[in-house]
């Protein structure tokens, strides 16, 4: 069925160091992929979001990248602060369903 | 976000007793979403509607139903047939760009 996998589940960096976080995704059809970020008993936050017609795209130290052909795209967090610790869903819009699927999320430590 | 809203932010329930959560847009959005969250765990999909009058089932949506009579408004009922309904209960919608939105969430404990 359509799914997205995402990894690591757990990762952990010290602070001022980069984060990296992948996801695939098995609808050859997809054109969204947004990324949520949800701190501790909060509601999930889109951080920033791609769409299939660019490879990458960048907001200060958060960038995204998409290869479409792999049905891959990846988070990257440059220069890591403590309040970046918090947990990181991926997704990807399902054209079929016109429904947006959820990685299981990556919880991101940010060590001092 | 701010123009999603939730109520109530905490939610007791009884053995047998069903409730209502309800979730409220304000953005004009058509799509609108129902998903539960375990602690430690992802997002999982209860319903969705496309469109007012019209709704679909997620993975996870026995025990649970919804209705969507007016574009702003989707609530979702925890009937007693979900036996095990302690979680984080989270709305969402969605614009015709494709961004989605959460509402602040509920969180229902049964006693």
């Known amino acids: 069925g359509e799914n997205v996998e995402q990894h690591p589940s757990t990762l952990s960096v010290q602070e001022g160091d980069s984060a990296v976080i992948k996801c695939t995704y098995s609808?050859?059809?997809?054109?969204?992929f947004p990324w949520y970020k949800q701190e501790l008993g909060k509601r999930p936050q889109l951080i920033i979001d791609?769409?299939?017609?660019?490879g990458e795209k960048k907001d200060q130290r958060i960038a995204v990248t998409l290869n479409k052909t792999a049905k891959h795209f990846s988070l990257h967090i440059t220069e890591t602060q403590p309040e970046d610790s918090a947990v990181y869903f991926c997704?990807?819009?399902?054209?079929?369903?016109?429904?947006?699927?959820f990685g299981k999320g990556t919880r991101l430590h940010i060590l001092p | 976000d701010g123009g999603i809203t939730q109520s109530p932010k905490y939610l007791f329930r009884k053995e047998g007793q069903n409730v209502t959560l309800s979730c409220e847009q304000n953005?004009?959005?058509?799509?609108m979403y129902w998903y539960r969250q375990d602690p430690g765990q992802g997002l999982r999909l209860i319903y969705y509607?496309?469109?007012?009058?019209?709704?679909q089932k997620g993975d996870i949506a026995e025990g649970y139903s919804v209705s969507r009579e007016k574009k702003e408004s989707f609530p979702l009922t925890v009937t007693s047939a979900q036996k095990n309904p302690t979680a984080f209960y989270l709305c969402?919608?969605?614009?015709?760009?494709?961004?989605?939105?959460f509402g602040p969430g509920t969180r229902l404990t049964v006693l």
């Open positions: 953005l004009n959005h058509d799509a």
């Open positions: 509607s496309q469109i007012v009058n019209d709704f």
């Open positions: 997704a990807a819009l399902m054209n079929r369903d016109d429904k947006i699927i």
């Open positions: 609808d050859s059809a997809s054109n969204y």
């Open positions: 969402a919608s969605r614009h015709a760009s494709d961004t989605q939105y």
């Open positions: 791609i769409r299939s017609n660019v």
